[in-house]
């Protein structure tokens, strides 16, 4: 059933689409953050504790405010509904456990804690967003004494406002790659000198989108090099030549990342991004 069919006027429709992509970059974002900490924590401990960070810093930033917006706004309206009343109870006990974990993550005395606390998180984390896609938001869609697209705005106004501090502001401002050399993408089949050329080296991570659902897919690769820590590489292994999805990296973080191809299928392509 498509969201045209779900909502009860052309712009909440849309508002629907929009939510929904947004709960796709933010699990997409925290699944490859969570996978590289996995794959760090036993061959890099020092890089590992870095991406440790970033990973707590991304949820201060996103899934923290991003869970506060919601019952600030969406919750309310749909708590007046007798329909969901027991379901929104539900969903905003599922905000304080995925805050429990934030915590927990936060003080995570060692990589493997952090890493535990981590993929706890993520699997709630995409419960809880499946539970909205599929419950909440159609419901607050289709209800006609009800705008969607009024309370996303109001939504995005309470984010807006969310208290943060200059530490997480900084955090975002060295992960957007803002303080990093403003290069492009190199060629295909050159590192820039970042490692030797022609092999992936036996302690980068490597990260296999082809087995990513496909809504989550570029969302779980940009949270996945957010991740990745200066002076260091990341493998992606795609089923396809992924020419689009380098576009959107350069567009996101000019010059952050060298590009250099390992494999040209046929089954698989084989990348390897040097965080320069």
């Known amino acids: 059933m498509s969201a045209l069919t779900l909502a009860s006027a052309p712009e909440d429709a849309t508002a629907l689409e ?10 997409g974002e925290l699944a490859g953050r969570v996978r590289m900490l996995f ?9 590992a504790e870095k991406i440790h960070a970033g990973l707590v810093a991304f949820c201060d930033r996103s899934l923290l405010p ?30 304080r456990c995925l805050t429990a974990l934030v915590d927990a993550l936060r003080t995570a005395p060692d990589p493997a804690s952090a ?25 607050l869609a289709m209800t006609p004494e009800v705008s969607l697209a009024a309370l996303l705005e ?15 502001q900084e955090d975002r401002h060295h992960e957007e790659g803002h303080d990093m050399h403003d290069e492009g993408i ?12 022609g092999a992936q080296q036996a302690d980068e991570p490597a990260l296999d989108v082809r087995e990513v659902p496909h809504a989550i897919r570029h969302a779980t690769v940009f949270g996945a090099l957010d991740a990745v820590p200066a002076g260091t590489a990341m493998v ?20 952050v990342f060298a590009v250099e191809y ?3 299928g046929p089954e698989a392509w084989r990348l390897r991004f040097s965080h320069r």
Request: proline share 6%.
């Open 18 to 27: 929009s939510a929904e992509a947004h709960h796709a970059r933010l699990a």
């Open 66 to 95: 991003h869970a506060a917006a919601e019952e600030a706004t969406l919750y309310p309206a749909a708590h007046r509904m007798r329909e969901a009343r027991l379901l929104i109870e539900s969903l905003i006990g599922e905000h």
């Open 236 to 255: 992606l292994i795609a089923h396809h030549d992924p020419l689009p999805l380098l576009a959107q990296i350069e567009q996101r973080n000019p010059g």
């Open 154 to 168: 109001d939504m995005h106004q309470h984010f807006a406002t969310y208290p943060s501090t200059e530490d997480i």
């Open 115 to 139: 890493a535990a606390d981590a993929r706890a998180l993520q699997v709630l984390f995409e419960e809880h967003v499946a539970k909205e896609n599929g419950l909440v938001l159609p419901l």
């Open 262 to 264: 390992l494999e040209r």
């Open 186 to 197: 190199e060629e295909p089949g050159g590192c820039g000198g970042v490692c030797a050329c």
């Open 39 to 47: 794959t760090a924590k036993d061959r890099d401990p020092s890089a």
